[in-house]
């Protein structure tokens, strides 16, 4: 088994200097949105230190990111970015409509090909991609 990913880093937080291990995505994310929000990294920790619910510091943080980044999150986005969609006419919504009888022969009320899919999961370009 391997050695862990966890990045150990020293700060300067609400109780003085420490250290965090966390993930080297979430120490990338922490540094974007230090640039974004135009403040130190210690700032930030200590924002999220007064704010943040029991559960520790680096769970705290982890949640802040996350929390962050979805507060940004648009549908647009998740389109460019190939992601799927929650409109109420993008294929989730549809998916849902339909209703199979699984012990029935008959149709379903909304034809499965009639469910627009994605080019990124069309089996063509998937067979492609391999």
């Known amino acids: 088994m391997g050695g862990s990913r966890l990045v150990n880093r020293n ?20 540094r974007e949105i230090c640039l974004r929000e135009g403040i130190e990294l210690r700032d930030l920790i200590k924002t999220v230190e007064r704010t943040a619910t029991p559960g520790g510091r ?8 996350l929390q962050y980044f979805r507060a940004a999150a648009t ?7 190939g992601h799927g969609t ?6 989730v919504a549809l998916l849902s409509e339909i ?10 009320q909304i034809p499965v090909s009639s469910i627009p899919v994605p080019d990124s999961l069309t089996i063509e370009n998937r067979l492609s991609d391999d």
Do not use: C, F, K
Not at 75 to 81: F, R, S
Not at 99 to 108: C, I, K, M, R, Y
């Open 58 to 65: 680096t769970s705290a943080v982890r949640v802040h990111v």
């Open 86 to 91: 929650t409109t109420a006419t993008g294929p």
């Open 75 to 81: 549908d647009e986005g998740h389109l460019n970015a």
């Open 99 to 108: 209703q199979v009888d699984l012990g029935s022969t008959a149709e379903p």
């Open 11 to 30: 700060i300067t937080a609400g109780a003085g200097r420490t250290s965090m291990r966390l993930e080297p995505e979430v120490w990338d994310a922490l």
